[in-house]
């Protein structure tokens, strides 16, 4: 069975902190990589995702994700957080052979620090 | 360009009840997936709808159970209430043509079952 784990549950920084969120994926085959973001009161809101190519790929708000395969890992990077980026994040995978069903991490809540 | 909808936004139960919600999915998505997060959890998939019948199906017990209608909007129904199924509903929307695991996601259902 497909599984996701985020590593870090609680991260606090201060403005302008480098952010890196860990994402890990037990699956081996081909497999679609997703980054949402659930900020205090709204909905579940797609960051970035990754389906084939460049595994660098760029999102919003000036997110990035780098999908290693031989590390089974698609982390969640921002040079510079603000306060704004205060919320919850999740990654999420689809592998194909599984039908269209996305598996979640438990996420990872960041707070931003003035 | 209205996006996922739900309704109702909060719901009390209470044991042994039924209860009925609603999605509407993002105009031009014709398939419509269920998830349950608990608190301080990643969501869960319940299961997915495409073409009015039961694509795919998570670990969850036959007292959940949906129906999507021919306008591609969906129901989820829980019988038997549980304390355990306190939790946010979220109904995500997707298209069956390319990328179709790309998930957009509704604001969710608070269902508080006392």
């Known amino acids: 069975a497909q599984s996701v784990s985020q590593h870090n549950h609680h991260v606090i920084l201060s403005e302008a902190a480098s952010l890196e969120l860990g994402c890990n994926y037990s699956?081996?085959?081909?497999?679609?990589l997703f980054w949402y973001v659930q900020y205090p009161g709204q909905h579940l809101q797609l960051l970035l995702k990754?389906?084939?190519?460049?595994?660098l790929v760029k999102g919003i708000k000036g997110f990035e994700a780098e999908f290693i395969k031989s590390k089974f890992s698609f982390n969640l990077r921002k040079p510079s957080v603000q306060w704004s980026d205060t919320a919850e994040y999740f990654c999420?995978?689809?592998?194909?052979?599984?039908?269209?069903?996305?598996?979640f991490g438990t996420g990872t809540q960041l707070k931003v620090e003035l | 360009d209205a996006g996922v909808t739900q309704s109702p936004t909060h719901l009390i139960k209470t044991r042994g009840q039924q209860v009925t919600l609603r999605c509407s999915p993002k105009?031009?998505?014709?398939?419509v997936s269920w998830y349950q997060q608990a608190l301080g959890q990643g969501p869960q998939f319940i299961f997915q709808?495409?073409?009015?019948?039961?694509?795919q199906r998570g670990n969850f017990p036959d007292r959940f159970s949906g129906h999507q209608f021919p306008n591609y909007s969906s129901e989820l129904n829980v019988n038997a209430l549980l304390l355990g199924d306190s939790a946010l509903y979220l109904c995500?929307?997707?298209?069956?043509?390319?990328?179709?695991?790309?998930?957009?996601f509704g604001p969710g259902t608070r269902l508080t079952v006392l």
């Open positions: 995500a929307s997707s298209s069956s043509g390319f990328r179709s695991s790309e998930q957009f």
């Open positions: 699956y081996g085959g081909t497999v679609n």
């Open positions: 990754y389906f084939s190519g460049d595994p």
């Open positions: 999420a995978v689809n592998a194909p052979g599984g039908g269209n069903k996305l598996t």
């Open positions: 105009s031009g998505h014709d398939t």
């Open positions: 709808y495409y073409e009015e019948e039961e694509r």
